[in-house]
């Protein structure tokens, strides 16, 4: 088996049709196995992959166990030489999924790659980046990523057009092309992460771990992005802020977990107070934001780096 391709849905049946119609459009000649795990969706989503593609193994949970958990259920099972995470809420184009994998054979010193993804409207997405550190999330929040030079553009490479192919310390989980005696070596998700952060600790287990990681000028994909987390409103945040904080909190000990939470909550409470001094100039828009970030804040409670 070339490749076992992994999608996590909950509530994305439309899309995660679509995704499933382009995946297997494109999948050339490879010998491919496809695994979708339906976190108790209640859109219908499992009766449809039971309903239109008879084909793809499916999973159904009837109970949210999370992007890590999920995944982990699938790619314990899965039998490729490559293994693909892939978001319900993408669109495979051309012949991206074959080249990927000849791009990996080709590789053997590469555990982990990337392929270029684009938004609905055709322009780029930014996935890929360096591990966010103290330092890059310090410049991510004092908006200094917009100065010119590569030094304040070291965390997210925005002016990349990502045409080329260069490595990296984190691979975006949208589409994530795993070696499987790479993770052999390394060991599944950390199931303690539930929505963020799974993947760039995975990145960062396969880096130590001696594995290279890449992103590749094999193709591309549409990512729409936000399918399952457009229902979470400001609990995106919340979440982004605890996978981080629990992120830190594992790799550099309890003192850098509470120092990327004091870094994040000072960032969404200092966005609280501007946007509420703001709002009674800015309209609808300005006290949306303000409640946003005060939501945002008043949460944040629940992402501090919990005791051992």
């Avoid at 945002?296 to 780096?305: K, Q, S």
């Amino acid at each position: 088996m070339d490749l076992s391709i992994v999608i996590v849905n909950w509530n994305t049946r439309d899309m995660l049709r679509d995704c499933l119609n382009t995946v297997l459009a494109g999948l050339g000649g490879l010998e491919a196995e496809i695994w979708v795990v339906d976190n108790a969706s209640e859109d219908g989503s499992p009766e449809m992959v039971e309903g239109l593609f008879p084909q793809v193994k499916l999973i159904r949970n009837v109970e949210n166990r999370g992007f890590a958990a999920a995944n982990n259920q699938a790619l314990a099972r899965a039998t490729g030489r490559h293994v693909l995470l892939l978001n319900s809420d993408t669109l495979v184009r051309g012949e991206v999924l074959p080249a990927s994998v000849a791009w990996m054979d080709a590789h053997p010193e590469a555990g982990v790659m990337g392929c270029r993804v684009l938004n609905s409207d055709g322009s780029l997405q930014i996935t890929g980046s360096r591990f966010p550190t103290l330092l890059n999330l310090s410049l991510q929040a004092c908006g200094l990523t917009r100065l010119p030079g590569a030094f304040f553009d070291r965390y997210r490479m925005e002016r990349w057009d990502r045409r080329d192919a260069r490595p990296l310390d984190v691979i975006s989980g949208c589409y994530m092309l795993v070696r499987r005696e790479a993770m052999e070596v390394v060991g599944l998700l950390d199931e303690s992460f539930f929505f963020y952060g799974e993947e760039t600790d995975w990145c960062r287990r396969f880096s130590q771990a001696g594995w290279e990681l890449w992103l590749a000028p094999v193709g591309e994909i549409i990512h729409h992005g936000g399918g399952s987390v457009r229902k979470l409103s400001h609990r995106k945040d919340v979440l982004l802020t605890e996978g981080t904080v629990r992120l830190h909190a594992k790799h550099f000990g309890p003192l850098g977990g509470t120092a990327c939470w004091t870094l994040l909550a000072g960032f969404n409470l200092s966005r609280a107070i501007a946007w509420t001094l703001l709002s009674p100039l800015t309209g609808p828009s300005g006290r949306a934001r303000a409640a946003h970030f005060r939501r945002v804040t008043a949460d944040l409670g629940a992402a501090l780096p919990k005791a051992g």
